[in-house]
């Protein structure tokens, strides 16, 4: 079992730049890849990016140049920071770990508005 828990987010201004951080907890060998899912008001969930064990990585079209993703493994953390933001980035951003199953964490919101 893995717990996950978020921190970072809140509300931002356009052009502005966030620090996401999720830490895992719990009983679980490795965390084969980590990442960030966001949800959006009347919209689909959205993989933002993801991080594998080793470090590849995965954007998003919609995030690829504003976003970065990286992981600290010792601490079995993952990180997103994301810059240039956009209204359109605002979400409910869902962290994830996937060690053969996969969890999520509750979410923290991110609100892009002057």
């Known amino acids: 079992q893995v717990q996950l828990v978020e921190s970072g987010g809140g509300l931002v201004q356009p052009g502005g730049s966030l620090s996401l951080s999720c830490a895992a907890s719990g009983s679980f060998g490795n965390i084969y890849v980590m990442g960030w899912y966001r949800q959006a008001p009347e919209k689909q969930r959205e993989l933002v990016a993801d991080i594998a064990l080793r470090g590849a990585t995965n954007y998003a079209d919609s995030v690829k140049g504003r976003a970065f993703i990286s992981r600290d493994n010792a601490k079995n953390t993952v990180y997103l920071q994301m810059n240039s933001l956009k209204p359109e980035d605002t979400a409910v951003y869902y962290c994830?770990?996937?060690?053969?199953?996969?969890?999520y964490g509750q979410g923290t919101q991110v609100t892009v508005s002057s």
């Open positions: 994830y770990a996937f060690t053969g199953n996969k969890y």
